[in-house]
């Protein structure tokens, strides 16, 4: 990101005349800072790496030390963060998120320029869709709805949790990398070596796949042998296929030692879709990732299928 702005910045003196470009550089030097706090955000979602993230920002692009964040839920303030307790602040900043939430930032800030001003208010309101969509991520996390073996998400959960986070998605222009996990020949774990032997190793890949996945992502109990895992603003398809690729490799060397001290292991096949490309329908996504399974479970173990709706075939990784 920053050598693409670095590449721009280069080629604007060929295209912007001298008057005006020193104000053109600086302002695609702010919103490229803004575009990559978004997307360092969405690495590391954890609120107090969020929160650190902020403060270090604030304090050096605008020299502000105290600060206050609020939440403002139907009506009710829920003080978020706050640097220090009675201190009076001279600026006041509020973002409607939605209809119903608004983040209120009140500040200390020194004197700014016209451009500095709006710069802040510019980050500001980036600040506060991250701090609501980590809300929401954080709200749908603690559900109770879990699968009783795994601890992960059960089926039920996951399509009541769709019901906010599908609308968020739409109006924050999220990615979503659909990914349904299905085990090589489950039924022959049981078979082989006894139920008891088959849910300890539904719970071993379960703690694989939570320990493979960004505290933002979200991982689903489908059904006997599959996990539906939900990569949730990713950057874009290449990356949802590597990250299904690293997630395969990974699940492939856990293994469980059988009575006889033979290291078991099984292989995965992945079906993939996206949203929204695939279609803004989240259950047609999930319908999507498992005509992509089946398709891949026809073309052996440990293969990977992107679902392609465009051209009606269904392409192999």
Request: charged share 30%; aromatic share 8%.
């Amino acid at each position: 990101m920053e050598r693409k702005t670095s590449t721009l910045i280069n080629q604007l003196e060929d295209i912007v005349d001298p008057v005006h470009i020193q104000q053109v550089k600086q302002l695609v030097m702010a919103l490229s800072k803004i575009n990559n706090f978004k997307y360092g955000i969405s690495e590391n979602p954890d609120v107090d790496f969020i929160y650190k993230k902020i403060s270090n920002i604030l304090k050096e692009e605008f020299d502000i030390k105290d600060f206050k964040i609020t939440s403002i839920i139907n009506k009710v303030k829920t003080t978020k963060y706050k640097t220090k307790d009675e201190v009076k602040f001279n600026y006041e900043f509020i973002s409607k998120v939605n209809k119903n939430t608004k983040i209120k930032f009140l500040l200390n800030i020194g004197t700014l320029s016209d451009f500095n001003k709006t710069y802040l208010d510019s980050y500001l309101e980036e600040m506060s869709h991250v701090l609501y969509v980590q809300s929401v991520l954080l709200s749908l996390k603690e559900s109770k709805l879990v699968d009783p073996l795994t601890k992960l998400k059960n089926r039920i959960s996951l399509y009541e949790d769709m019901k906010a986070l599908i609308p968020l998605a739409l109006r924050e222009k999220m990615k979503i990398g659909v990914l349904l996990v299905n085990i090589d020949r489950f039924r022959a774990v049981n078979d082989e070596h006894g139920t008891k032997f088959g849910d300890e190793f539904l719970k071993l890949y379960a703690d694989t796949i939570k320990n493979s996945i960004r505290t933002s992502d979200i991982a689903i109990r489908f059904s006997g042998g599959e996990f539906l895992v939900l990569l949730i603003n990713v950057i874009d398809e290449e990356k949802t296929i590597q990250l299904a690729n690293e997630l395969k490799e990974k699940l492939s060397v856990a293994h469980l030692e059988t009575q006889n001290g033979d290291k078991f292991k099984k292989t995965v096949c992945i079906g993939v879709s996206m949203f929204p490309k695939d279609s803004i329908d989240f259950h047609e996504i999930v319908k999507n990732s498992e005509m992509a399974l089946i398709d891949a479970k026809d073309k052996g173990r440990g293969q990977i299928v992107r679902y392609e709706e465009e051209s009606g075939e269904l392409d192999l990784f």
